[in-house]
């Protein structure tokens, strides 16, 4: 793994640990999108490497399904480590962060963020339905 790829874990764990403690969002919401976009993963292999950081409370058997069809190489399992690692230290901050923000700005930045994500991938999912047509 190059520092590179290092660094925007580092990034996505954080920025999805600061948004879960801020505006109480679950991780995936920042955490799927972000290693699409960022490290090229697949849909699956993405929602394979949030399943895997979230393990432990989450879902045990959902990461086992991912791993058996092959979308989770030890590599990713690396990346979903490195992440929760950094997804911690973030949840940490974050929360601190919100706790000192007034409720009617955290709904405003927790419906944003939402609405955001949410138009994204609405248009990549359309993007690819309308190339398969």
């Known amino acids: ?76 399992i690396i990346f979903a480590l490195i992440m929760g690692a950094a997804f911690i230290l973030g949840g940490f901050i974050g929360s601190k962060i919100s706790l000192k923000t007034p409720v009617h700005w955290v709904k405003i930045i927790f419906g944003s963020v939402m609405l955001y994500v949410s138009i994204k991938m609405i248009m990549s999912g359309l993007k690819i339905l309308m190339a398969n047509d």
């Open 1 to 76: 793994m190059d520092s590179q790829t290092l660094i925007i874990l580092i990034f996505i764990g954080l920025t999805a640990g600061i948004a879960s403690g801020f505006i109480g969002i679950g991780g995936g919401i920042v955490i799927i999108p972000a290693l699409i976009y960022f490290l090229g993963l697949t849909q699956f292999e993405a929602q394979g490497v949030s399943l895997t950081l979230m393990l432990p409370p989450i879902g045990v058997l959902a990461f086992y399904n991912y791993y058996q069809q092959g979308h989770l190489s030890k590599q990713l």
